[in-house]
């Protein structure tokens, strides 16, 4: 969603002698199926508290409150939170495993991680959140773990020359 999406919905309804009336039949339908794509039931009732002569719009705000993923997109520009979770397990191993080995502006870097958790976090929420980024740092930890010496070697001379493009 951009910060000017407009996304509405209203209760499910058919027309009768020129009059708009809501279908329990449809809205019955609609409240079973809805759950099936992960939706909880504040969402579903969200959808079809508004009649068929209303609208009611959905913000990002209430999208997150209701449990419901929110990718914010900017233009052309979509920015997801597993982009920052990317960002702070890297920054994370960054940190743990090559301080020793690597030069770097410690407090940059620290700046980097706290920007990144904010922005994951205003775009999922804490709890999503942790849950986005716990499974990324087990496979990265995985990886690390598993990589020879040499290869690590690869990996931090790797680094270095992407952190010195960064100005890190």
Not at 54 to 80: C, H, P, S
Request: charged share 25%.
């Amino acid at each position: 969603m951009s910060a000017s999406s407009k996304i509405g919905f209203h209760a499910a309804y058919r027309e009768e002698n020129g009059e708009y009336k809501e279908s329990g039949v449809a809205k019955a339908e609609i409240g079973s199926y809805l759950p099936h794509l992960g939706l909880r039931i504040e969402a579903i009732r969200f959808f079809t508290i508004a009649g068929p002569n209303d609208f009611l719009l959905l913000t990002t705000e209430q999208a997150r409150a209701l449990g419901i993923d929110v990718f914010e997109q900017d233009g052309l520009k979509v920015t997801t939170v597993d982009i920052y979770a990317g960002r702070f397990v890297s920054y994370g191993m960054l940190c743990s495993r090559c301080e020793g080995f690597l030069l770097f502006d410690k407090g940059i870097v620290e700046r980097e991680t706290l920007e990144a958790i904010k922005a994951g976090q205003q775009i999922a929420g804490n709890d999503a959140w942790i849950d986005i980024w716990t499974p990324m740092q087990r496979a990265a930890l995985r990886r690390w773990r598993r990589s020879s010496s040499r290869r690590r070697a690869e990996w931090r001379t790797n680094l270095r020359h992407h952190l010195q493009r960064r100005s890190l």
